[in-house]
């Protein structure tokens, strides 16, 4: 494993995802034995997959209790029926719940079934506001430099909001859906300020196709044309990567 603090943030690079889903869940784990009313933010996406997974062998190993723990979700699609099974409140009754045996009521995600998804996303943003705020928030990057569903060019102040999926986004998530299924073009997601006021942040990259967004978020310029680079004005960022992704950047 390498470490890099030479930058503000904390850098790991790990040999697998096996190793980054362990080295992530076991901080997960930390915190919520430090403090079993922790809110940890969640993201989707198959970064993640190793990471919860981890997790439940983890918490079964340590017999942690993760009973009082909050979870708050990055973003959720608009527009997919209730159930679908890749809304992103499946995904995390699949990948979070189930293997955790946690009460689904315990990880909230934007509610987009309602007719009215401004005032949902203030609830949202008010949910997050009484649980006392995100301990630790969970992130992936998106090939374009995304962080939830803030596309580039989003403002580094905008608040839990409906947001445009781009052509990249939505063909890069095309995976997840079955062929000839169309993947929504809206999701209702937390902002940029709303991420960004978590406690600390783990941004989680895997993968050449992240080497040149990690890149710009880490090395380039702090700008909202690369989302993810909000984790350089960040005061307590993690960033756990494999070598492909890590491969563009600098010393
Ligand atoms: C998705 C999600 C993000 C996620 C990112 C990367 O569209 N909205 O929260 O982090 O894109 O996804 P993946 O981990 O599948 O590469």
Known sequence: MTTTAV???????????????????????????????????????????????????????RELD????????????????????????????????????????????????????????????AAIAASGGVDLQLLGIGANGHLAFNEPGTPFCS????????????????????????????ALTQGLATIRAARALELVAIGTAKAPALHRALDGPYDPRCPASLVQRHPAVRVTTDAAAAALLDG
């Open 7 to 61: 930058r503000r943030l904390q850098l790991d690079v790990l040999p697998d995802v096996a190793s980054i889903g362990r080295a992530v869940a076991g901080r997960i784990a930390d915190l919520v034995a430090e403090r079993p009313e922790a809110v940890v933010g969640v993201a989707t996406g198959a970064t993640f997959e190793s990471v919860y997974a981890a997790l439940a062998f983890e918490a079964a190993e």
């Open 66 to 125: 993760l009973g009082g723990v909050r979870w708050f979700a990055l973003d959720e699609y608009v527009g997919l029926p209730a159930g679908h099974p890749q809304s992103y409140r499946s995904v995390l009754d699949r990948q979070l719940v189930a293997p955790l045996g946690l009460d689904p009521a315990a990880v909230h995600v934007p509610d987009v079934l309602g007719e009215d998804l401004e005032t949902a996303a203030l609830e949202y943003e």
């Open 159 to 186: 608040r839990t909001h409906m947001a445009t999926l781009t052509v990249s986004t939505r063909a890069a998530n095309e995976r997840f859906f079955e062929i000839g299924e169309l993947v929504p073009d809206h």
